[in-house]
């Protein structure tokens, strides 16, 4: 269902029912969709953040080295013109 702004603010509960039992609810502006409705997630660790890259990332020795943002910095430095020339 394609749902203008300003008829959501004055619905929005309902849309929140029709969220939760499934419906899909876009919202528009000006005719165009720039927002979807959807229910929130009931994943425990994706509310609290903590957990939710476990498995996923493998990081490296070094990875966060001084050492290895060198080439970096010195990079922006010559581009900022803040090298010292």
């Given at each position: 269902?394609?749902?203008?702004?300003?008829?959501?603010?004055?619905?929005?509960?309902?849309?929140?029912?029709?969220?939760?039992?499934?419906?899909?609810?876009?919202?528009?502006?000006?005719?165009?969709?720039?927002?979807?409705?959807?229910?929130?997630?009931?994943?425990?660790?994706?509310?609290?953040?903590?957990?939710?890259?476990?498995?996923?990332?493998?990081?490296?020795?070094?990875?966060?080295?001084?050492?290895?943002?060198?080439?970096?910095?010195?990079?922006?430095?010559?581009?900022t013109g803040r090298d010292g020339q």
């Amino acid at each position: 269902m394609d749902i203008g702004v300003r008829e959501a603010k004055s619905n929005l509960s309902k849309l929140v029912a029709s969220v939760r039992k499934g419906e899909k609810i876009y919202l528009t502006n000006r005719g165009r969709r720039v927002a979807e409705l959807v229910p929130a997630s009931t994943d425990r660790a994706w509310r609290r953040g903590y957990g939710m890259f476990e498995g996923k990332l493998n990081l490296y020795p070094g990875w966060d080295s001084p050492d290895a943002d060198a080439p970096i910095l010195a990079s922006f430095e010559v581009l900022t013109g803040r090298d010292g020339q």
